[in-house]
């Protein structure tokens, strides 16, 4: 199956699975071989809370997160706001949790990226259509 791109259809269903994860509390939102969590940030503009559905990978007690928006050439919206308030919450697994984001770099993220790959194969063509190099965050719970 090709990877998405972004256009009308992707953005409907990315409207309709984050009403499906609010209302769930993050316990179901698989999204093809890879879970799913609800990611809420502060807007970096507007200060308002903003809600995204995401594909992660669990590294210990961190999710992981690709700020792949689909192999475009610019970063998400939650990604750019992040880089400017990295406290955040997930929904997942029916609970709430505080995270701090930090960039994956060096051998870490290459580990990830591996990991990432194996499991959804999409993130690779997102890479190959674009040329930033895609960012690999991990979600760390703030204790």
Sequence with gaps: MPAARIGTPLRVFWRIHRAFMRLTGGRFGRIGPMDALLL?????????????????LLDGDAYIVVA????????PAWWNNLKAQPEAEVAVGGRRLKVRARESEGAERARLWREITGKDPAYAEYQLRTKRRLPVIALEPVH
């Design 40 to 56: 809420t940030t502060k807007g970096r503009k507007s200060g308002e809370q903003r809600d995204v559905a995401l594909n992660y």
């Design 68 to 75: 792949s928006y689909a192999g475009e050439d610019r970063d």
